[in-house]
């Protein structure tokens, strides 16, 4: 079960935290991973570590938010059977702490990003008659979270977006859902507690941790299970959804 054999997958953001777990995931399983990172030389020991496993890797320098690279990027592959728009960023702050800059620069990469990545996806996955689509959202598009205005903004806007695409190319084969985290503990969490809380970093990963019900921050390999799933055969019948992944956060934080 939940065999990607012979499956060419794109994975934007691969070189890292959620990305890498799914590049690494799909690759085990059988895909042929083309990783698609503004980091080149940070995500080349991803497709080294799939390639050193038997594996079938390789990296693509891009940055998502500029469409002219996304389009050469995903034409020079030629094929997708597998999209999964993992690229994003991140940012803390409310609407009055919020500058432009801060609020474009978000969405450049997080929906802009997506929306090129799938501008450029989808005509080559109704050529093939077939394809399916992975977008990654957050909880922050269900729920309010304290100082994450243009993030949630961005999330938001990636849930719309998978409902779209869902419903627009339901009879060409091509199915569409997101995954909306909760806390996964990547390095990028890490960084962000040494940056914003130095001294008290074991205290504050702690309180982190324990915002989800569950007692914990996720692991970035879980995300990419359920990110296998969806892209299985497994999940046919299974298109136009938001799946919370979150520890009990939306439901049991009473």
Known sequence: MFQLTGKTAIVTGGGSGIGKAISLLFAKQGAHVHIVDLNKEGAQPVADEIIAAGGHAKVHGCDVSNQEQVLNVFNEIGR??????????????????????????????NVKGAYNALFASIPLMKKQGAGVIVNMASIGSSVGI??????????????????????????????????SPARVHTPFVDGFISKN??????????????????????????????????????????????????????????
């Open 80 to 109: 997708v059977d597998i999209l999964v728009n993992n690229a994003g960023i991140a940012h803390v702050g409310n609407v009055e702490t919020t500058t432009t800059a801060d609020f474009d620069r978000i969405y450049s990469v």
């Open 146 to 179: 304290t100082d994450r205005f243009a993030y949630s903004m961005s999330k938001g806007a990636i849930v719309g977006i998978t409902l779209s695409v869902a419903r627009d190319y339901l009879h060409s084969n091509i199915r569409c859902n997101c995954i």
């Open 197 to 254: 809380y130095p001294g008290k970093e074991d205290e504050m990963f702690e309180k982190l941790s324990k915002s989800q019900p569950i007692g914990r921050m996720a692991q970035p390999a879980e995300v990419a299970s359920l990110a296998l799933y969806l892209c299985s055969d497994e999940a046919s019948f299974v298109t136009g959804n938001d799946y919370p992944l979150d520890g009990g956060f939306i439901k049991l934080n009473n």
